[in-house]
């Protein structure tokens, strides 16, 4: 129980000290931090507007959390969900490449679910790479995923910029718009595209997937002790890069989504960074999918303030950067303070000072 | 190809191998000294990129290019600092702490870098290997930057200290065992958190390199990952300082490919080539790592998490 109650305040705290550490670091900017903090809630959560902003910024922020959360929770630090995210990115624009512009697709939803299926392998194959050279190779997974990611950023700008490219795209190379068939839509009234729900199912999906099923239950194990599942006769190289495939399968299909529902048209845009947030927002989260959800909304607030920030105070855009790298830093520092351990931490301080 | 293409290509090669080997090889210095003390710093990248944009704005406020190396070392020491203390706080994992650090020191980077992306700043006086050519390409292709023969010193410096004294012997002791060196009364934490700030200090130099030589601007793709392939260049060197520099001109020489295609007219494929060092990373990885197997080398501290 004591452990629950730290797992939500231990974050909060972190949260909280990252946005005054924030405040003071604009106050040496010669902004006045209440202005900045208001803004900032504003922007992310003040009206209808910024929560349909927040909202949308979230959906892409949950899949590609999870590409961080779910092998995590099989042991592994994957970073590279930014190449996964650009790489479905790159599968919706081939898909739709590919598909003779004829091919009226019957339903919309049909279109939707091809674009996703397309973008979630090419980043699952992509993450599981990564997986699989650790579990063959003995690779560290940490270092191959990102090295990857660059890979896969550099295959995207080869297409988007060579055979994918549209040639009426001049200043920003960009692939030929989606037919309409494939694009994703809007929810209803509002303004958020369908990713929202998808972020959110995967969420809901993964989080029941690691708790309530047996081959879920085999990845935490594996995750644990990966000896022990492997005395008990668990095959932990093919759980681990199950883990890596669904994981990149979020990522991917969080390319896709950004494609189909967003820019409509694959070009450099869509390296915007969601990759790297995503590992914030997993580590926040303790790599739990369901805590991913609020922490998406949270991380993807603070980037939609982030353009208000920009306009009204005159910020840069990486203000919102440096917040979530405080807040980086602060979560894991949190870690230091779990379970009481501040005192036996505060007595080995006063033997070192001794 | 003709004889005149094929000298500036192999020319192309070997000064950007010398040009873009220069961060690089300042980077895997860095990390290999955190290393030999039994932590990993991944937040090298967030490092470079922050002290690439400290020495630019050093240099350029203050007009002395110096100024801006030091700046860069002071600033890449300060977030490796940061690196060190949280590690030494119980539960706190090296390799999160890193990616925390990356994200930290490339958003405060491209913070304060904003007003950079426009002026020009003092740069690096360059060194002319190419003077013996009459061709102007491979003149300017051969123009060595003044800090790559700091760096090779650097390197001999750390592997002598490394075999010769005692600082070097107490570094390589506690990433070798921290019981051991605990047994001997020696701070592992303090010896840990002091090779951590010397690394960032040597990777700093190499965000210097970044941007106070060609082609000397400062924006905000200045490094895509050449801090975490140092990482792995590292590995490859298999933690010795003498070895970091050939890896370094290798990957260097990967990197220059891109470029050098295209200085003879080959556009073809661009960033295919530019992918290259990433997957010379790669493919030297596979070649060098087994599954459960200690690279011969490496510190005991690092193999035993």
């Given at each position: 129980m004591?452990?629950?109650?730290?797992?939500?305040?231990?974050?909060?705290?972190?949260?909280?000290?990252?946005?005054?550490l924030?405040?003071?670091?604009?106050?040496?900017?010669?902004?006045?931090?209440?202005?900045?903090?208001r803004?900032?809630?504003?922007g992310?959560?003040?009206?209808?507007?910024?929560?349909?902003?927040?909202?949308?910024?979230?959906?892409?922020?949950?899949?590609?959390a999870?590409c961080?959360?779910?092998?995590?929770r099989?042991?592994?630090?994957v970073?590279?969900?930014?190449g996964?995210?650009?790489?479905?990115?790159?599968?919706?624009?081939?898909?739709?490449?590919a598909?003779?512009?004829?091919?009226?697709?019957?339903?919309?939803?049909?279109?939707?679910?091809l674009?996703?299926l397309?973008?979630?392998?090419a980043?699952?194959?992509?993450v599981?790479?990564?997986?699989?050279?650790?579990?063959?190779?003995?690779i560290?997974?940490?270092?191959?995923?990102?090295l990857?990611?660059?890979?896969?950023?550099?295959?995207?700008?080869?297409?988007?910029?060579?055979?994918?490219?549209?040639?009426?795209?001049?200043?920003?190379?960009?692939t030929?718009?989606?037919?309409e068939?494939?694009?994703?839509?809007v929810?209803?009234?509002s303004?958020?595209?369908?990713?929202?729900a998808?972020?959110?199912?995967?969420c809901l999906?993964?989080?029941?997937?690691?708790?309530?099923?047996?081959?879920?239950?085999?990845?935490r194990v594996?995750?644990?002790?990966?000896?022990?599942a492997?005395?008990?006769?668990l095959p932990?190289?093919?759980?681990?890069?199950?883990?890596?495939?669904?994981?990149?399968?979020?990522?991917?299909?969080?390319g896709?989504?950004?494609?189909?529902?967003v820019h409509?048209?694959?070009?450099?845009?869509?390296?915007?960074?969601?990759?790297y947030?995503?590992?914030l927002?997993?580590?926040?989260?303790?790599?739990?999918?369901?805590?991913?959800?609020?922490?998406a909304?949270?991380?993807g607030?603070?980037?939609?303030?982030?353009s208000?920030?920009?306009?009204?105070?005159?910020?840069?855009?990486?203000?919102?950067?440096?917040?979530?790298?405080?807040?980086?830093?602060?979560?894991?520092?949190?870690e230091?303070?779990r379970?009481?351990a501040?005192?036996?931490?505060?007595?080995?301080?006063?033997?070192?000072?001794v | 190809?003709?004889?005149?293409?094929?000298?500036i290509?192999?020319a192309?090669?070997?000064?950007?191998?010398?040009?873009?080997?220069?961060?690089?090889?300042?980077?895997?210095?860095?990390?290999?000294?955190?290393?030999?003390?039994?932590?990993i710093?991944l937040?090298?990248?967030?490092?470079?990129?922050f002290?690439?944009?400290?020495?630019?704005?050093?240099s350029?406020l203050?007009?002395?290019v110096?100024?801006?190396v030091?700046?860069?070392?002071?600033?890449?020491?300060l977030?490796a600092?940061?690196?060190?203390?949280?590690?030494?706080?119980?539960?706190?994992?090296?390799v999160?702490t890193?990616?925390?650090?990356m994200?930290?020191?490339?958003?405060?980077?491209f913070y304060?870098?904003?007003?950079?992306i426009?002026p020009?700043?003092?740069?690096?006086?360059?060194i002319?290997?190419?003077?013996?050519?009459s061709?102007?390409?491979?003149?300017?292709a051969?123009?060595?930057?003044?800090?790559?023969?700091?760096?090779?010193?650097?390197a001999?410096?750390?592997?002598?200290?490394f075999?010769?004294?005692?600082?070097?012997?107490?570094v390589r002791?506690?990433?070798?065992?921290?019981?051991?060196?605990?047994?001997?009364?020696?701070?592992?934490?303090?010896v840990?958190?002091?090779?951590?700030?010397?690394?960032?200090?040597?990777a700093?130099?190499?965000?210097?390199?970044?941007?106070?030589f060609?082609?000397?601007?400062?924006?905000?793709g200045?490094?895509?990952?050449?801090?975490?392939?140092a990482?792995?260049?590292?590995?490859?060197?298999?933690?010795?300082?003498?070895?970091?520099?050939?890896?370094?001109?290798?990957?260097?020489?990967a990197?220059?490919?891109?470029?050098?295609?295209?200085?003879?007219?080959?556009g073809?494929?661009?960033?295919?080539?530019?992918?290259?060092?990433?997957?010379?990373?790669?493919v030297i990885?596979?070649?060098?790592?087994?599954?459960?197997?200690v690279i011969?080398?490496?510190?005991?501290?690092?193999?035993?998490?």
């Amino acid at each position: 129980m004591r452990s629950a109650l730290e797992d939500i305040l231990l974050p909060v705290a972190a949260i909280v000290a990252a946005l005054l550490l924030f405040g003071l670091f604009v106050m040496l900017s010669g902004l006045n931090p209440l202005d900045v903090w208001r803004l900032l809630f504003m922007g992310a959560f003040g009206d209808a507007y910024s929560w349909q902003n927040t909202l949308q910024r979230a959906a892409p922020l949950m899949l590609t959390a999870l590409c961080v959360a779910i092998p995590a929770r099989a042991g592994l630090v994957v970073i590279g969900g930014e190449g996964a995210l650009v790489l479905g990115g790159l599968a919706a624009a081939v898909l739709a490449h590919a598909l003779p512009p004829s091919v009226a697709l019957s339903s919309p939803l049909a279109g939707s679910v091809l674009v996703c299926l397309a973008a979630a392998a090419a980043g699952g194959l992509w993450v599981m790479l990564a997986g699989w050279l650790r579990q063959y190779r003995g690779i560290n997974e940490t270092i191959s995923s990102l090295l990857l990611a660059y890979v896969a950023i550099g295959l995207f700008k080869h297409f988007v910029e060579g055979p994918l490219r549209d040639p009426s795209s001049l200043n920003t190379p960009s692939t030929y718009e989606l037919a309409e068939g494939l694009r994703i839509g809007v929810m209803g009234a509002s303004d958020v595209h369908w990713g929202l729900a998808v972020g959110v199912v995967a969420c809901l999906v993964a989080e029941l997937w690691l708790r309530l099923t047996p081959s879920g239950f085999s990845v935490r194990v594996v995750g644990g002790n990966m000896r022990a599942a492997q005395l008990v006769g668990l095959p932990a190289s093919r759980l681990v890069l199950l883990a890596c495939l669904l994981g990149g399968a979020a990522a991917g299909v969080a390319g896709g989504i950004e494609i189909a529902a967003v820019h409509t048209k694959a070009n450099a845009a869509l390296i915007a960074g969601y990759g790297y947030a995503g590992i914030l927002v997993a580590f926040m989260a303790r790599h739990s999918p369901l805590a991913v959800i609020p922490v998406a909304i949270l991380f993807g607030g603070f980037g939609a303030a982030g353009s208000l920030l920009q306009r009204r105070l005159g910020m840069p855009d990486a203000s919102v950067l440096v917040l979530q790298g405080l807040a980086f830093v602060l979560i894991l520092a949190s870690e230091a303070l779990r379970g009481g351990a501040w005192r036996t931490w505060l007595r080995s301080a006063h033997k070192v000072a001794v | 190809m003709n004889f005149d293409d094929t000298l500036i290509f192999l020319a192309g090669i070997l000064g950007g191998a010398l040009r873009i080997g220069v961060p690089f090889l300042f980077v895997s210095l860095g990390e290999c000294l955190t290393e030999k003390s039994g932590r990993i710093n991944l937040g090298l990248e967030g490092v470079l990129v922050f002290s690439a944009m400290a020495a630019f704005g050093a240099s350029w406020l203050s007009g002395s290019v110096w100024v801006g190396v030091l700046a860069a070392a002071l600033c890449g020491g300060l977030l490796a600092l940061l690196h060190g203390l949280l590690c030494s706080l119980p539960r706190v994992n090296d390799v999160a702490t890193g990616i925390a650090l990356m994200l930290l020191g490339m958003g405060l980077a491209f913070y304060f870098g904003k007003p950079l992306i426009q002026p020009q700043a003092p740069q690096l006086p360059a060194i002319a290997l190419g003077a013996w050519s009459s061709s102007s390409a491979v003149r300017s292709a051969l123009q060595i930057n003044a800090l790559l023969p700091i760096g090779l010193l650097l390197a001999c410096v750390m592997a002598w200290v490394f075999a010769n004294t005692r600082v070097g012997l107490l570094v390589r002791l506690v990433g070798d065992s921290a019981q051991a060196a605990r047994a001997l009364g020696y701070p592992v934490a303090g010896v840990r958190i002091a090779a951590t700030v010397v690394g960032g200090m040597i990777a700093g130099l190499g965000g210097a390199s970044l941007t106070l030589f060609y082609p000397g601007s400062w924006n905000e793709g200045i490094s895509s990952g050449q801090g975490l392939i140092a990482v792995a260049l590292v590995i490859f060197a298999r933690w010795s300082p003498l070895r970091c520099v050939g890896a370094a001109l290798l990957f260097g020489a990967a990197g220059a490919m891109g470029p050098a295609l295209q200085s003879i007219g080959i556009g073809w494929g661009y960033h295919l080539f530019n992918t290259l060092p990433y997957v010379l990373t790669l493919v030297i990885l596979v070649l060098t790592c087994r599954p459960g197997a200690v690279i011969a080398g490496s510190p005991g501290e690092l193999s035993a998490r």
